[in-house]
């Protein structure tokens, strides 16, 4: 829960792996105890305790920062957590957050089940900050090392973690690959569109390996062939890093003004509306680990254009339309292809979605707790 917890202090949205620590929380809170860090002290709290900080963490109660240090406080000076208390049991660390660090959870006395994310740091460093990929090697090296066993989120991953651990001459722990669970979103049929212009959408952290680049350079083209008919590119997402040329072109692109939308911080119900409006979602990146606004576009009923990646693959099949990432034309054809609402290739997409069946949460626990009793 430490991601969690430094996401609620910083007053951050949060974003896709926050929301699969916060299903982990509703799902296990009801019978877990907390394990807090900070630095090399780690402390197993006491049932009370632990119910205490999983209430703020699910429902971010006011004064959220001193209840949160006084509670850390009574845990660092409590026995309780010594390394006996941990007893054999399951820890699950689903955030990443703190792996990379050298002290040992071995004194507690637990059984370390771990759920990878990706490891793009790792393959693709240059779409990360500086440093990340030497980060993200200790972090994975711990899993390897420490873990009784990995959840994934997709097959892609699991070959990740597969060829990572080789290349290191490591043998990766027990795998599993649980779909995460899917935010369903929901809007009234009969809600407004928020433009009075055909648009798109593409939903994610602005960052380099998401490919924003590319987007706003074939907005530019756009607009300059097609002037005021030229659709709205809605752009839901905080800035992140390795996102420099992106943000020139947000900031001193005068082409792109009135022709893009950037929405830094935008609630689930607000994304709704510009999903149940929009023409298809964008989805041009490099590269992925799971890829939840591709699953929660295809469940809305959304159209989704999206890089020919394998994990898109794995997780929609034929169903959206494929180009490769480097492919400005082929993008530009499928998006005016798309921009009437019912020209064909867009109601064929939503024939290709009929029977599609977006993974829950349900679905991801029921396999993850029929897996964990067989961890040794």
């Not at 109660?61 to 399951?90: C, D, E, H, P, V």
């Not at 928020?194 to 490919?211: A, H």
Request: hydrophobic share 40%; charged share 20%.
């Amino acid at each position: 829960m430490r991601r969690l917890i430094w996401r609620i202090w910083v007053g951050g949205m949060p974003t896709g792996v926050d929301h699969v620590c916060l299903a982990y929380l509703e799902h296990y809170a009801p019978h877990a105890q907390a394990v807090v860090e900070r630095g090399k002290v780690r402390r197993v709290l006491s049932p009370a305790q632990s119910d205490k900080l999983f209430d703020l963490l699910k429902f971010g109660l006011n004064g959220f920062k001193r209840n949160i240090s006084m509670l850390g406080i009574q845990a660092a000076l409590s026995n309780f957590g010594s390394g006996q208390r941990g007893m054999g049991r399951l820890y699950l660390n689903v955030g990443h957050t703190g792996l990379e660090q050298t002290s040992s959870i071995a004194s507690l006395d637990v059984k370390p089940i771990y759920l990878l994310h990706d490891l793009i740091p790792i393959t693709h460093p240059e779409y990360c900050r500086a440093g990340e990929d030497i980060r993200h090697a200790e972090r994975v090296s711990t899993v390897l090392r420490r873990g009784r066993g990995v959840i994934a989120n997709s097959d892609d991953t699991v070959a990740a973690l597969s060829a990572f651990a080789q290349s290191q001459g490591m043998t990766a722990p027990p795998a599993i690959t649980a779909y995460l669970g899917t935010r369903l979103m929901i809007t009234p049929k009969d809600a407004t569109s928020p433009l009075d212009r055909p648009y798109f959408v593409m939903l994610g952290t602005i960052e380099g390996r998401k490919n924003h680049l590319l987007m706003l350079n074939v907005w530019r083209d756009m607009v300059r062939d097609m002037g005021d008919r030229a659709p709205v590119l809605v752009i839901i997402g905080k800035r992140g890093w390795e996102c420099e040329q992106a943000v020139d072109l947000l900031e001193r692109c005068t082409a792109l003004k009135g022709h893009v939308v950037e929405l830094p911080h935008c609630p689930d119900e607000e994304v709704a509306r510009y999903f149940r409006h929009a023409r298809a979602l964008l989805f041009p990146s490099f590269v992925e680990g799971y890829g939840m606004p591709l699953i929660e576009a295809l469940a809305s009923e959304l159209p989704v254009i999206a890089s020919d990646i394998g994990v898109f693959r794995e997780l929609a099949g034929n169903i959206p339309e494929y180009f490769s990432p480097i492919d400005g034309p082929g993008w530009r054809r499928a998006i005016e292809a798309y921009l009437p609402v019912d020209s064909m290739p867009r109601r064929q997409q939503l024939a290709r979605m009929t029977g599609f069946t977006a993974p829950t949460w349900d679905d991801h626990f029921a396999k993850v707790d029929k897996w964990l009793p067989t961890i040794e």
